[in-house]
């Protein structure tokens, strides 16, 4: 092992993701964005906090995707199930069992790492790659959607409602409905799991598993285990992305099957990563914070529409129709994505 | 896409010299029989030891076959455009949407009749598939990855999908079907729309093939799933057969819409239900696989009809799924695809 380090800095002796002062500026970016970030409720009108939780959410959602597809490449079309397990764990434990969020948080993540692995050493054993592996995944989301809305014990259909609690509490994680704490929670989060993948990505396992992308066979050779450092990463990127279901249930103190294993969780994940750049730190949340207000921006054009629009009014799906249209035209004009292509403008 | 995926669509018509074609299987051929043996002595077990009624029981197969060929019939452009273009068109179902929205204007503003409607909208899913492939997907050809495609497949679902909801709302619209009534077959019913359905598969199954395999342009395809560099030298102009591909395969969605929908209830999103079940036919039956699709069809038809005799609620449907993900491990090639 230690002889694919030295060989690496023979090559490129100042490799700049590999560098400690690269992590180091990450770290610096992440804490000044958290600083700024912290005072947003207190600016923003009260209305647009709704949207400022749901964006948080996706860009989880989106880092955690991002660890797997972008770093690992291994394209996943089914995170909706790695969501999902985080989203039901938190309910079904709070509603049986009465074991606080916090907690059940944590169980989700595991039980979703471990899921999640399962799903992965199976495609990975069978050397599925590319589409197929992205077919695969796609149909573990799809089973598990038809299993919670078959499965008795979390209510099929109907979902799980989180009952509301008479006064505020840090246990239950529930408080007033405006409370700035329901937003800072996720930008907590956030904050966390962002910090998780800057060490990752640039530790050893991350490194491997960027080499692992780039040519698996050539890391192999080199006496990399594949297969572990893959698993490894996709056990990271669905504890992230089931903490963002555990949140979601939380705040929406709700869950049900579309909600939690719906087509739409899995493309909600890959969107704002896609959008902002797939394997970069900053390109899942440059996204996210494009795409998440996007809705509600057009839903207040559409409000108040310019004369050429007034034919909208009162339609739905202009929203998703211009989030695809932004979908189409970054994949086709920006394979970077939009941070990717900045930064790469930026380099030169 | 592996390559030995992307051969399929010519596998058969080199690997024997044409005398010897008569009397030699090729392997595809024998999976294929092998697979339907294996069906019928199935169902004759369900029908001898099974603990159901035997009419309940030729009900479902007769349900499950007109139900699968209907799903072939909407699988069949998935199968032909991963063929050739190596492309996992995520488009399918909201392509299928928006092929009967189509039809349900042309018949609600024009009063056509509802087939000929279809007939109208083949054409124009034609041109909408070409216009696609050359405007936006060629861009990406010559990248080596397979996440862009499918991704500006997916953007092209959600558009369409969302332009039809802004156009048509969401309510359920209806389309009435000229032809009505039902055939008792060995005391089961089958409906004629979903024969007619049913028919269409046959029919657009016969034809790309025939295409495929009689006609300049089905040499050029083959020539360029088989080998894109080796095809531009020999001077096929290879977008414009990929645009041409991406065509065809709407083409046959177009059709595969149009006889839908007489006997489904229109909502923007009807067609999503068929993109997953046509992967998962397309993957049983070998991606690029025109007879594959048409077998793949039937069993998942089969497998769901015959399946919800025994298994409760949406129980058959993740046994579609479970057949789905072990084909994918144990023989992602598929029934009739090309083994590596």
């Known amino acids: ?348 | 896409m592996t390559p030995s995926t992307s051969n399929v669509l010519i596998h058969d018509t080199e690997t024997e010299e044409p005398t010897r074609r008569a009397f030699v299987l090729s392997p595809a051929w024998k999976v294929s029989l092998g697979v339907t043996a294996l069906a019928i002595a199935a169902l004759a077990l369900i029908y001898l030891v099974g603990d159901r009624a035997d009419s309940l029981v030729t009900q479902a197969i007769v349900t499950g076959l007109l139900l699968g060929g209907v799903y072939a019939l909407a699988s069949l452009g998935l199968t032909l455009i991963f063929g050739v273009l190596g492309i996992v068109n995520f488009a399918q179902g909201a392509m299928l949407s928006m092929s009967m929205f189509i039809v349900y204007f042309m018949v609600s503003t024009f009063g056509m009749n509802t087939y000929l409607a279809v007939i109208v909208t083949v054409p124009i899913m034609f041109g909408f598939g070409w216009l696609f492939q050359s405007t936006l997907m060629n861009r990406l050809s010559g990248d080596s990855g397979h996440e862009r495609p499918l991704l500006v497949t997916l953007g092209l679902s959600l558009l369409i999908i969302n332009t039809l909801l802004m156009i048509f709302g969401g309510r359920p619209l209806s389309v009435d079907a000229p032809i009505e009534g039902s055939l008792r077959i060995l005391g089961a019913i089958a409906d004629y729309p979903r024969m007619i359905a049913f028919g269409g598969a046959v029919i657009v199954a016969a034809a790309l093939a025939l295409i495929l395999k009689k006609s300049p342009l089905g040499l050029a395809i083959r020539a360029v799933s088989e080998n894109n560099e080796g095809a531009s030298l020999v001077g096929i102009n290879v977008r414009r057969i990929y645009a041409l591909t991406f065509g065809l395969g709407s083409a046959a969605v177009a059709v595969a819409g149009g006889l839908l929908t007489p006997f489904t209830s229109l909502i923007p999103s009807v067609g999503d239900q068929y993109t997953t079940l046509a992967f998962v036919i397309v993957v049983l039956g070998g991606l690029g696989s025109i007879p594959g699709a048409v077998i793949g069809g039937l069993f998942i038809g089969l497998l769901q009809t015959v399946g919800s005799l025994y298994l409760p609620g949406s129980g058959s449907l993740l046994l579609v799924f479970v057949v789905f993900v072990l084909i994918l491990f144990l023989r992602p090639q598929g029934l009739l695809g090309a083994k590596k």
């Open chain 1, 1 to 348: 092992m230690t002889k694919v380090d030295t060989s690496r800095r023979a090559v490129a002796p100042r490799a700049p993701r590999t560098s400690q002062s690269g992590a180091r500026r990450q770290y610096m970016y992440l804490t000044i964005g958290l600083a700024v970030f912290f005072f947003l409720p207190f600016v923003l009108p009260e209305s647009a906090q709704p949207v400022a939780v749901r964006t948080l959410i996706f860009a989880i959602m989106a880092v955690g995707w991002n660890l797997m597809s972008g770093y690992g490449g291994m394209f996943s079309f089914g995170h909706a199930a790695f969501f999902g397990v985080g989203a039901y764990t938190v309910a079904f434990l709070l509603t049986e069992y009465g074991i606080s969020p916090w907690i059940s948080m944590i169980v989700g993540a595991i039980l979703s790492a471990g899921v999640g692995v399962l799903i992965a050493y199976m495609c990975l054993r069978y050397k599925l790659a590319g589409s197929y592996f992205a077919l695969a995944t796609f149909a573990f989301a799809q089973m598990f959607l038809l299993i919670a809305q078959g499965a008795e014990f979390l209510n099929k259909t109907e979902g799980i409602n989180i009952p509301l609690l008479p006064q505020e509490s840090w246990v239950m994680m529930q408080f007033d409905q405006n409370s700035y704490y329901y937003y800072w929670i996720p930008l907590g989060l956030l904050a966390i799991v962002v910090a998780v993948s800057i060490y990752y990505v640039n530790s050893r396992a991350g490194q491997f598993t960027q080499a692992i992308r780039d040519d698996a066979i050539a890391a192999e050779s080199l006496g990399i285990n594949v297969m572990r450092y893959r698993l490894i990463t996709v056990a990271l990127s669905c504890a992230i992305t089931a903490i963002a279901g555990a949140y979601y249930t939380q705040y929406y103190l709700f869950v049900g099957p579309e909600q939690a294993f719906g087509l739409h969780v899995s493309i909600d994940a890959l969107i704002p990563a896609v959008i902002g750049g797939m394997g970069t730190i900053w390109g899942p949340l440059v996204g996210a914070a494009v795409m998440g207000p996007l809705s509600e921006v057009i839903a207040g054009l559409l409000r108040n529409p310019p004369p050429f629009l007034e034919f909208l009014q009162g339609r739905s799906g202009l929203d998703v129709a211009v989030y695809a249209v932004l979908l189409i035209a970054i994949v086709v004009f920006m394979p970077k994505g939009i941070f990717g292509t900045i930064r790469d403008r930026w380099r030169k």
